[in-house]
Nanobody, 117 residues
Framework: QVQLVESGGGLVQPGGSLRLSCAPS????????MGWYRQAPGKQRELVAR???????NYADSVKGRFTISRDNAKNTVYLQMNSLEPEDTAVYYC???????????WGQGTQVTVSS
């Protein structure tokens, strides 16, 4: 069973920054896509950002211009740089990865991001 190991969550003031990272527990030659979802209390889980092994990205409209997703293909590690954080960004952030385009996704255990003064 592959595990996605996340790190980087925490408490930050509005306008601050955080960087999340995620990597699988095993070794893989390539992973098709990696990304981040989030779920706030009482809301559905939503896509935040995703990046393919070829570098194609897509973002939720609410984070465009503030968040940047990147990955290190050699390490199969994905990063989410979050700037200008807002209280509305408060949620549990989940790492997601698909080994192949048709694969069942793997999920991380979630990391809490809280934006509050």
């Amino acid at each position: 069973q592959v595990q996605l190991v996340e790190s980087g969550g925490g408490l930050v003031q509005p306008g601050g920054s955080l960087r999340l990272s995620c990597a699988p527990s095993g070794t893989f030659s390539s992973i098709y896509s990696m990304g981040w979802y989030r779920q706030a209390p009482g809301k559905q889980r939503e896509l935040v950002a995703r990046i393919t092994s070829g570098g194609s990205t897509n973002y939720a409209d609410s984070v465009k211009g503030r968040f940047t997703i990147s990955r290190d293909n050699a390490k199969n590690t994905v990063y989410l740089q979050m700037n200008s954080l807002e209280p509305e960004d408060t949620a549990v952030y989940y790492c997601n990865a698909r080994l192949y385009i048709t694969s069942t996704p793997w999920w991380g255990q979630g990391t809490q991001v809280t934006v509050s003064s």
